[in-house]
Every structure is written in structure tokens, then in C-alpha cells.
T-cell receptor
Framework: EAGVTQFPSHSVIEKGQTVTLRCDPI?????LYWYRRVMGKEIKFLLH????????ESGMPNNRFLAERTGGTYSTLKVQPAELEDSGVYFC?????????FGPGTRLTVT | AQSVAQPEDQVNVAEGNPLTVKCTYS??????LFWYVQYPNRGLQFLLK??????LVKGSYGFEAEFNKSQTSFHLKKPSALVSDSALYFC??????????????FGTGTRLQVTL
């Protein structure tokens, strides 16, 4: 069974640019989550999709972040325009119900 | 609101010695507790979980964790550490609500360094 995949693995962009991160969940998993870890701090929840619907987006930091999951399969997380404080590792996870399986993460560096 | 505390940024242990990585939590209702590990340049890997039942939970790679309700703790343990166990360990919690998926709340992580 293929795991959760994320693309790209690394991204370096300048402040003010746009970046789109992609997550492909495990096939059949209705639940998809985005998390972020800023250097040295805890992994923080961003949002939760159930199929294509946003179940909980309480962790989204501001309106520069836009997440979509069209068709209930893969998801994208767009940051526009990026700021320096957006740097960190963005993790995606999927689950059927309880146990969440994480992808390798995308390391985003905003310079 | 739920929270997790991992009081140690780093734990150092010699290979062959027992190890403990500490975790305490706060959550409304019964907890659903997890440990994840992140090896260098890798994603988060699931180690073990506690839902109900026996307070001692066994997981991958010889790790186990002990749930203590009165102390609201879920410490990760291994009887004999290996150099290959060196990694970043995260404790996480969510409320145990039957039939509902929800977000995890993580601690800040503890770096385990096992030396020869």
C-alpha cells in the first residue's frame, strides 16, 4: 500500500512569492490533515478535510493560506504571498478514522 | 483545549541502557494518545497508541509506553537503547470520541541521542 506522498520535498522562495504544496493521501482515506512545524516548536494543526469538505480550519494562520481538496482526493496548500514566518516543515496526514499516517513533509524556506 | 508537554528537549543515553522520554497531556474526556518518531530527512512514523485497556502499550522497534491516568502521563520507554533509535520523538493527543476523526495536538518533540 502506498503511503502519503508530498510534493515538493523542499521549496525555497522569496518573500512575496507564491508556493503551492501538494499532498496525495492513502487511497480510500476520507480524512486529510495539514500540519506545520516551525523550527524547534511543536507540530501545529492547520486544517482537516473530510473528503472535499473542510471539517476544521481553525489552525489556518491567516488568509494568505488557501487549502483545497477538489474531488476528495489530493489536496493543495497555497501560500500567497509568502512571508518569512511561513518557513517550516509542512506535513500532510491521512486517516480512515483514528490513526493518522503522515507524509515526509515539505520543507519551505522563505528568504 | 488539549495540550501536550514534553519537558526535555534532548535525552542522552548510552547504548544498551534503558531509555525514557517523558510526556504529559491535558484533554477533555478520555485521551487517545500517540507516539511518533521522525528520523533525519524522513517523515513522521507511527510508533504506538493508547486507546483503552492495558496501561502498558507495546509498539514498533521494541518501544513501549505507559499510560498513567492519575498523572496524565504517557512516557515512552525502551529497555535497551540502540544507536539507531537516535531521532526526534513526538507525543500527541486527541479526545477519544467514538466514530469521529479529529486533529492531533503535539508536543514540541524530544531529541533522543544514543551513544556507544
Amino acid at each position: 500500500e502506498a503511503g502519503v506522498t508530498q510534493f515538493p520535498s523542499h521549496s525555497v522562495i522569496e518573500k512575496g512569492q507564491t508556493v503551492t504544496l501538494r499532498c496525495d493521501p492513502i487511497s480510500g482515506h476520507d480524512n486529510l490533515y495539514w500540519y506545520r512545524r516551525v523550527m524547534g516548536k511543536e507540530i501545529k494543526f492547520l486544517l482537516h478535510f473530510v473528503k472535499e469538505s473542510k471539517q476544521d480550519e481553525s489552525g489556518m494562520p491567516n488568509n494568505r493560506f488557501l487549502a483545497e481538496r477538489t474531488g476528495g482526493t489530493y489536496s493543495t496548500l497555497k501560500v500567497q504571498p509568502a512571508e518569512l514566518e511561513d518557513s517550516g516543515v509542512y506535513f500532510c496526514a491521512s486517516s480512515h478514522r483514528n490513526e493518522q499516517y503522515f507524509g515526509p513533509g515539505t520543507r519551505l524556506t522563505v528568504t | 483545549a488539549q495540550s501536550v508537554a514534553q519537558p526535555e528537549d534532548q535525552v542522552n543515553v548510552a547504548e544498551g541502557n534503558p531509555l525514557t522520554v517523558k510526556c504529559t497531556y491535558s484533554v477533555s474526556g478520555n485521551p487517545y494518545l500517540f507516539w511518533y518518531v521522525q528520523y533525519p530527512n524522513r517523515g513522521l512514523q507511527f510508533l504506538l497508541k493508547y486507546i483503552t485497556g492495558d496501561n502498558l502499550v507495546k509498539g514498533s522497534y521494541g518501544f513501549e509506553a505507559e499510560f498513567n491516568k492519575s498523572q496524565t502521563s504517557f512516557h515512552l520507554k525502551k529497555p535497551s537503547a540502540l544507536v539507531s533509535d537516535s531521532a526526534l520523538y513526538f507525543c500527541a493527543v486527541r479526545p477519544l470520541v467514538s466514530g469521529t476523526a479529529s486533529k492531533l495536538t503535539f508536543g514540541t518533540g524530544t531529541r533522543l541521542q544514543v551513544t556507544l
